[in-house]
């Protein structure tokens, strides 16, 4: 199975190809798809995003972010988890969440084994403690502390975060 894992998309469809770049199987919204901020000073393009991500509602999983309301989600033909879904591949458990509850931080609710991954915190990076893999994709349209825009692309056990310029940022082999 491909996946791909965006997040943190405040409103901003500028990066946003990057799904029509890849053929995927699903893709998955780790939170804070729009923006209510009109004081940003960010073009604000919620119906652009709106629009997007329904043309892929039949491959869409979604997580609610901080910033993200759910009166917003209903536009959108597609579910939103409250707090976390879990994907399964190739026996591998794959724990998608926006970030604000669950991260490197804060450690997970996992037991052991398996991958978190999630946004919010708009700086990508991967790290491993013990049997649990955490990943931040980081954000798509707001990154933070120099990082540039990312995005995470899952197959055969395999997670890889791009820049929007197509650039590795890191990569991990389960």
């Not at 669950?102 to 084994?113: A, D, E, P």
């Not at 013990?130 to 349209?141: A, E, L, P, Q």
């Amino acid at each position: 199975m491909k996946i791909l894992f965006i997040s943190d998309i405040h409103g901003v469809i500028t990066n946003l190809n990057v799904i029509r770049n890849h053929k995927f199987d699903k893709l998955v919204l780790l939170g804070d798809l729009y923006s209510s901020d009109v004081h940003n000073g960010m073009n604000n393009d919620n119906n652009e995003v709106d629009r997007l991500i329904n043309e892929y509602n039949d491959k869409i999983l979604c997580v609610k972010g901080n910033c993200d309301y759910l009166a917003d989600y209903q536009r959108l033909e597609v579910a939103v988890s409250n707090d976390y879904l879990k994907i399964t591949d190739e026996g591998l458990d794959i724990y998608c969440t926006h970030g604000d509850g669950y991260n490197y931080h804060k450690l997970s609710f996992l037991g052991t084994g398996g991958v978190i991954i999630y946004g919010h915190e708009h700086c990508p990076y991967i790290e491993k403690v013990n049997d649990v893999v955490y990943i931040c994709v980081g954000s798509i349209s707001k990154p933070r502390y120099g990082s540039k825009a990312s995005y995470c692309i899952y197959e055969n056990k395999e997670f890889i975060i791009y820049s929007v310029d197509g650039e590795i940022i890191d990569f991990i082999n389960i």
